[in-house]
């Protein structure tokens, strides 16, 4: 079926280092691919998307590719700040039966310690 | 402009109660969406309607859930009776249309409602 498997946390980084969070994906087709961010005690936003093989996303420095031959989706961030400080949830869209769905990824907690 | 709206942000009561939650869509969207978040099981997908109508309920745990749109700018999801087991964040999202190529489209996430069944 059509899953999400992103790297268990919590994350623990100080301020401006090197962030990875690893996300790879089965699916068919070809899906859409999203990273959404939570922060505490809020609903998820989006953070970036790809929706096509060797596309790129990015936002606010984070960036992420869409490696077909992988199936990998990961996030990553060459400076993070204390404000970064999030809950991170890799997804992908699919079509199924007529109904198009988004799966999450369990999610990732990253804590930026000053 | 107002986000997705959710109330209440708090609730807790009694198992076998009824709980009623209820979202408000961005104006000018298609789709809405209920979601349950928990430790165990993550987010996962209750219901989702496009122009009022549920297109997709199989995310419902079960007969004691149920959802209505009765029109574009509100929903309830209603749990009757409640047992502790739906202890859970409950999101409720919005989109402006969620249809087969709609691709990159994203939904939009409402701050949550915390359920707590003693």
């Known amino acids: 079926g059509n899953s999400v498997t992103q790297m268990e946390g919590p994350v623990t980084l100080s301020e401006e280092a090197f962030l990875t969070i690893n996300c790879t994906y089965t699916a068919t087709g070809y899906p859409s691919l999203f990273w959404y961010v939570q922060y505490p005690g809020e609903g998820l936003q989006l953070l970036l998307k790809a929706t096509k093989a060797d596309d790129k996303g990015s936002n606010k420095g984070f960036e992420a590719t869409y490696r077909k031959e992988t199936t990998s989706f990961h996030l990553e961030k060459g400076s993070v700040q204390v404000s970064d400080s999030a809950v991170y949830f890799c997804a992908l869209r699919y079509s199924q039966g007529g109904s198009e769905k988004l799966v999450f990824g369990k999610g990732t907690k990253l804590t930026v310690n000053p | 402009d107002a986000g997705v709206i959710q109330s209440p942000r708090h609730e807790v009561t009694e198992m076998g109660q009824e709980v009623t939650l209820r979202c408000k869509p961005i104006?000018?969207?298609?789709?809405l969406f209920w979601y349950r978040q928990t430790m165990m099981r993550g987010l996962e997908l209750l219901i989702y309607?496009?122009?009022?109508?549920?297109?997709?309920d199989s995310g419902m745990p079960e007969d004691r859930f149920s959802a209505k749109m009765p029109n574009a700018s509100f929903s309830t999801l209603k749990i009757q009776p409640s047992e502790p087991r739906d202890s859970a964040v409950y999101f409720c999202?919005?989109?402006?249309?969620?249809?087969?190529?709609?691709?990159?489209?994203?939904?939009?996430f409402g701050p949550g409602t915390r359920l707590l069944v003693l």
């Open positions: 999202a919005s989109s402006p249309t969620w249809a087969p190529n709609g691709g990159g489209e994203t939904q939009y």
């Open positions: 104006s000018g969207h298609n789709s």
């Open positions: 309607f496009n122009n009022n109508v549920p297109i997709d």
